[in-house]
């Protein structure tokens, strides 16, 4: 079984909100998305296109602007949990880190930054000019995904690539990509 691979894209300059647009490995639009600007609770809906018709992910933070939130992830058609992510608040300052639960809030996983040195220059130097790259492992230590960030100024993209042996629903990992643009973009 081939890797699962998608790109997430969100336009940098908009004036309220943001827009993602999720792609498929061939290029096809799978998914779109729009944050609301000045939302204390995150919702974010993710959705089959961009006329809104049909809702595929729900990812909703628990609790009002939190540093350390965590964000339950639903699929919407058959309205289950199917996981959750946390990020990791006062870890997150160095080094961008999320811990990753199943639909029971059992830790199945972390995702983090690959390189604290990076990280760091990310912060305090260079901004969007040093690419992210984050790593997805589950408790063994054995990669699941990575998420890389692309240098672009006026569109940030997220390349998702899914290992063959994962066995965490892509879904909940698609979840953790629309994350890392939506919450750690903001930061480059």
């Not at 699962?4 to 490995?25: N, S």
């Not at 040093?130 to 699941?144: E, G, K, R, S, Y």
Request: with cysteine.
């Amino acid at each position: 079984m081939p890797a699962i691979e998608f790109t997430i894209r969100r336009k940098v300059f908009t004036l309220f909100g943001a827009k993602f647009h999720i792609f498929g490995d061939d290029g096809a639009l799978i998914g779109y998305s729009e944050q609301k600007a000045f939302k204390l609770k995150e919702d974010i809906r993710v959705f089959s296109d961009e006329s809104k018709s049909a809702e595929k992910l729900a990812v909703r933070a628990r609790s009002i602007i939190d540093f350390s939130a965590a964000y339950d992830v639903y699929n919407s058609l058959t309205q289950t949990k199917i996981g959750a992510l946390k990020r990791k608040g006062f870890a997150s300052l160095i080094r961008d880190s999320w811990i990753v639960f199943d639909p029971h809030d059992g830790e199945i996983g972390a995702i983090r930054e690959d390189n604290l040195l990076l990280a760091l220059i990310r912060r305090h130097i260079a901004g969007w000019l040093v690419p992210q790259h984050f790593i997805f492992h589950d408790a063994h230590n054995q990669q699941l995904a990575e998420f890389r960030t692309h240098f672009n100024p006026f569109v940030h993209r997220l390349t998702v690539r899914i290992e063959p042996q994962c066995p965490v629903d892509p879904v909940l990992i698609l979840a953790a990509g629309i994350l890392l643009v939506a919450i750690e973009g903001r930061q480059t």
